[in-house]
C-alpha cells in the first residue's frame, strides 16, 4: 500500500481499458478518488461505474479542469496514460505523424501546464507518463510511435529534475508488449518483438505502485529492458546492428 494514495485524487486518462484501466482499478483499490478518462465515453462509464469512480470524458488534452473540478478542487495524481500506437516509417502521412506528437507528448505537455503552478505552490503533486519501452529503445515498424514515446519520455525526464526539490514527484512507465488491444494493433511486429514476452494491464499497475512507494523515476515492468537501455547506451552501434537483425526478420516474415 503506498499511503499517499489514500484519499488522494486521481485522474487516469486513456482509462477505457487496457493498462489506464487497470491504473484506475488499482488507484480506486488503494483507496483513491479516481476520474476515469477516455474518448469513448461509455467505456470511461463502465470503467467508473466499476471502481465508484467519476468519469470525464473527452480528450485527454482538455480535461484537466473539469477532472480538478470532480475531485473537489484538487488534483493529486495525474496518470497521461492516454495514446496511440501510429506505425509506419517516415514516409507516413503527416496526419499520423501530428496525432501522434499531440496525443503522445502534447497531451502530456498541456497537462503539465494546468497541475505544475498548483502543486508549485502546494508543494506536492505526482505525475505518471505512461511511456513504453520503446522511448527508451525503439519498436520496429513503427517510427511516429518510438519518436514520439522518446518525447515523452524526455519530457516526463525533464519535469522530474526540474521539480523533484519542490515536491512534484514524477513516475516514467516503460513496459514492453502489454495484452491490450494496442498490442494486438502492431500486427506483425507485435507477433515478434512483444508478444512473447507480453505481460498483463495488471502487471503494469503493479510496477508502478512498487515503483511510487521507493519514489523511483524509472519504471521497468520488464526488467530486462534494463539491460537493453544499458547496452543501447554502451555499445551503440552493437544495439543498431542487433535491432536491425530483428528488422530482417520481420522484413522476411512479410
Known sequence: MVE???????????AGGGIGAALAR?????????????????????????IGGTAV?????TIVAEARDALG??????????????????????????LAWDVNVMAHVRA????????????????????????????????????????AYAFAEWLSLTYRHRGVKVHAICPQGVRTDMLAATGSAGDLVLKPTAIEPEDVAS??????????F????????????????????????????IQQRWEAAE
Open 4 to 14: 499517499a494514495v489514500q484519499d488522494a485524487g486521481v485522474v487516469v486518462t486513456g
Open 26 to 50: 488499482r488507484f480506486a483499490a488503494e483507496g483513491a478518488r479516481v476520474v476515469v478518462n477516455d474518448l469513448d465515453a461509455g467505456k470511461a462509464k463502465a470503467v467508473a461505474d466499476e
Open 57 to 61: 470524458p473527452g480528450d485527454a488534452s
Open 73 to 98: 478542487g484538487t488534483i493529486d495524481v495525474y496518470c497521461a496514460n492516454a495514446g496511440v500506437g501510429s506505425g509506419g516509417s517516415e514516409a507516413a502521412d503527416e496526419k499520423v505523424w501530428a
Open 112 to 151: 503539465a501546464q494546468e497541475l505544475i503552478p498548483g502543486w508549485l505552490e502546494r508543494g506536492g503533486g505526482r505525475f505518471v507518463s505512461t511511456v513504453s519501452a520503446a522511448g527508451l529503445l525503439t519498436m520496429v515498424g513503427a517510427a511516429p510511435y518510438s519518436v514520439t514515446k522518446h518525447g
Open 207 to 216: 510496477a508502478l505502485f512498487a515503483g511510487m512507494k521507493e519514489d523511483r
Open 218 to 245: 524509472l519504471i521497468l515492468p520488464h526488467p530486462e529492458v534494463a539491460e537493453y537501455y544499458q547496452a543501447r547506451a554502451a555499445t551503440p552501434d552493437r544495439w543498431l546492428t542487433g535491432m536491425n537483425h
